[in-house]
Each structure stands twice: as C-alpha cells, then as structure tokens.
C-alpha cells in the first residue's frame, strides 16, 4: 500500500509540476513569493484595527494570528521535517531528473510538510472564522490553493505533503480560534450585530470589501510581473 500511496504522490506531481510555458514559470514563482502577498496582509490589519473597538481586542486577534504561524510553521520546519527527513522531489534522487526545475527554485531539503500550505490554510481558516463573511472566504481559501498549486508547480513538494499541511493548517486555524473566542468572551460582551453593514462578528462588509480588491490587484500585479519577468 505504501508503494502504491508513494507512485501516486509521485504521478500527481508530475501532471502538476511544471510546463513548456514561461508565464506559468513566472506566474508561480511570483504567487510564491511572501513578499507579493504584502499588501494583502497589511489590509487584513487594517481590517482588524478598524472593527475592534479596544487596543485589547486588536492584539488579541494579532497576538491570535502570531499564534497560529508559530504552531504552523513551527511544526512543519523545526518538527516535522528534521524527523521525517522527507526528501524534496528537487533532490529525490528517484525523482529529481525527472522534475522540472523552475528558475533554478529547489527549496531547502526536506519537504514534509509543505509550510506554505500549513500557514496560508491557517490564516485563511482562522480569518474566515473572524469575519464570518461568504465571499472573504472563497476568496482567502482560493488564496491559500493557489499558493498550495504553486508548490506543486515548483516542483519542491508532494501532493501528500500539501495535502498534510491544508489539514495541518485548518486544525490550527480552528484551535486558535477557539482560543480567540474564549479569550474574546471575557473582555468583550458584544458578540452578534443586526445590521445589513456588518457581519455577525461585526466587521464591516465595505473593509471586508477592501481586502477583496486588494487580492484582485495584486492578482493583476502578479500577471504583469510574470509578463515582464521573460
């Protein structure tokens, strides 16, 4: 069985990764890059400073977002990997010549499991959670998906190590948020808003909005980037 599960993480990967086309090679060496999702982290921020009424509340929820990349993070680089020892495709010596190497991006040696896919779940999860509004989302799931693909696409994991890291990530954006809640709970007593204007956790659809358009942006950013990197 483990034979099998191991030559299907290695057939997903070969229909993913790679392509004859230049602009896909762009396209996902920029989505992968943390730098080119700035400025869609700076717009949760705001989103968070501007419907949380208390100093206390803020940090809560920034303290809350710490907390979920440490646990992320923390276990797929300084636990997970030095232990299972999981070798990338990039340097699997069964699979490594077999793999198309994009723009020379190889990562680092061991890749179980994927942190990229940990770390965007739990953000996407723990934020949905917060603002409990539909198309936020889709539209931070399809975010971390995305950046999931890329990974894949580049060659430097396993499907099985994404797949590992989405459950990864979704149980620590849960967990902390649990946390959130119970903290939440006992220096705030406001819970549920009857308006058209906010959602049930009472933030803004019009911020909620603004990080929407900042995601389009940045998605037009990203294929004007990969156009000009030929």
């Known amino acids: 069985m483990f034979t099998t599960l191991t030559e299907t993480d290695r057939y997903i990967l070969s229909f993913f990764n790679g392509s004859d086309s230049l602009f896909l090679d ?45 646990l992320s993070d923390g276990m797929a680089d300084f636990v997970s990997k030095p232990l299972v020892a999981r070798l990338r495709p990039t340097y699997d010596p069964l699979v490594k010549y077999s ?13 179980f499991f994927s942190a990229h896919a940990s770390n965007t779940f739990c953000i996407a999860m723990f ?24 990974r894949l696409y580049l060659g430097v994991h396993y499907p ?11 149980i620590v954006g849960l967990a902390v948020y649990f946390i959130y809640f119970k903290v939440y709970l006992s220096i705030s007593s406001d819970l549920n808003y009857i308006s058209s204007k906010y959602t049930s956790t009472g933030y803004s659809h019009e911020d909620v909005d603004i990080v929407l358009v900042v995601m389009v942006l940045t998605l037009l950013y990203v294929i004007i980037r990969a156009l000009t990197l030929f």
């Open 26 to 70: 762009n396209l996902a060496v920029v989505l992968t890059s943390g730098l080119t999702w700035i400025a869609l982290y700076l717009s949760l921020l705001y989103v968070v400073i501007k419907n949380n009424e208390t100093m206390r509340q803020i940090l809560l929820v920034i303290g809350c977002v710490l907390l979920c990349i440490i």
């Open 99 to 111: 793999i198309d190497i994009v723009k020379g991006i190889r990562g680092t040696q061991y890749s």
């Open 127 to 150: 934020f949905s959670l917060l603002v409990r509004n539909k198309r936020f989302m889709v539209a931070m799931v399809l975010w971390s998906l995305v950046n999931c693909w890329t």
């Open 160 to 170: 099985s190590d994404v797949i590992v890291g989405i459950v990864w990530g979704a």
